[in-house]
């Protein structure tokens, strides 16, 4: 009888390991081609699509995300509190640490409160929790995006930029689709086929841009990186937890809030020291450092969460 059950225990373990490289394995794979395109030498204007991404795909997957979610108006506005209860717990906690190891707030702070949670983030959560999943990510997704947009360019600049969050198309995108989905309107098929096919851009395209952004990242501070990646994930799998816990989340929508605050430091996080004079090479070396541990990591989160 033993047998049997070590047996049947193997194999659910056996069964959920394979569950897993099927999510993550895509993901990852994707992001390979784009370090692999670059290091071949092949060209990639990585400013034109990542505007071409944010400017038009990432808006259009978010608006029809949210217009077609069958997914219950009082279950995404949970989540979203949930986000920014978990978002500022974390960063409580990370300006904290920043302080007291004596690290320079401009550089560190922002890459290690916010993480990756577009190129990365939406793409796992597509994967391992399906539509459903995605489109909690999407609220999840548009929350952290205001909250670094204003917030976060102030830990790294020291000065506002609320006029920025009303430029980005990804914003008004995430305020319609609410109004939508609060109203119950619907797009005409023409416009909702359109900007859905739009949409489907995003996903691939982010990933291979996160490979191309990363093969042409010049790292430093490896040593510290490593531990500064450990503190962040570790921080933010906390804090994101027990927001789940204390919002009750469904399954679904805990395992969303947990995986996305948990992703790895954003490649937009060395784009914004190196415009602000922050150290841009410290921050390359954190998001280089922190992704390529996500592929140990995330797997072995989402092994507990699914």
């Not at 077609?68 to 960063?91: C, F, G, M, Q, R």
């Not at 401009?106 to 391992?128: D, K």
């Not at 906390?238 to 954003?266: E, N, R, S, Y």
């Amino acid at each position: 009888m033993s047998n049997h059950v070590a047996i049947s225990k193997g194999n659910k373990l056996l069964n959920l390991v394979l569950t897993v490289l099927e999510i993550v394995a895509p993901v990852f794979i994707l992001a390979g081609i784009g370090f692999g395109w670059v290091k071949l030498g092949f060209e990639y204007r990585l400013e034109f699509v990542t505007r071409l991404s944010m400017t038009l795909a990432v808006p259009c997957l978010i608006f029809t995300a949210l217009v077609n979610t069958s997914l219950d108006p009082a279950a995404l506005t949970t989540l979203t509190l949930a986000s920014l209860v978990a978002y500022i717990a974390v960063s409580v906690i990370t300006l904290g640490s920043v302080r007291l190891l004596r690290l320079h707030q401009g550089t560190f702070a922002a890459p290690l409160i916010f993480g990756n949670t577009g190129n990365l983030g939406l793409p796992l959560a597509l994967f391992a929790f399906g539509e459903t999943g995605f489109e909690y990510a999407v609220v999840v997704f548009a929350v952290m995006a205001i909250i670094s947009f204003t917030f976060g360019i102030w830990l790294v600049a020291g000065a506002g930029s609320f006029t920025k969050v009303l430029k980005e198309p990804l914003v008004w995108a995430t305020v319609l689709g609410a109004v939508f989905l609060w109203q119950g309107w619907t797009l005409p098929r023409v416009l909702d086929n359109t900007m859905g096919l739009i949409g489907q851009m995003a996903i691939p395209l982010m990933l291979i841009t996160l490979g191309v952004a990363v093969a042409r990242l010049t790292p430093s501070g490896i040593g510290r990186a490593v531990v500064l990646s450990l503190v962040k994930l570790a921080i933010c799998i906390g804090c994101a937890w027990l927001a789940a816990d204390w919002f009750a989340l469904d399954k679904t929508a805990f395992g969303i809030l947990v995986l996305q605050v948990a992703t790895p430091v954003a490649v937009t996080s060395y784009m914004l020291a190196e415009k602000y004079g922050a150290d841009a090479q410290s921050v390359a070396g954190l998001v280089v450092v922190s992704t390529v541990m996500s592929i140990g990591a995330l797997p072995l989160l989402l092994a507990v969460l699914l």
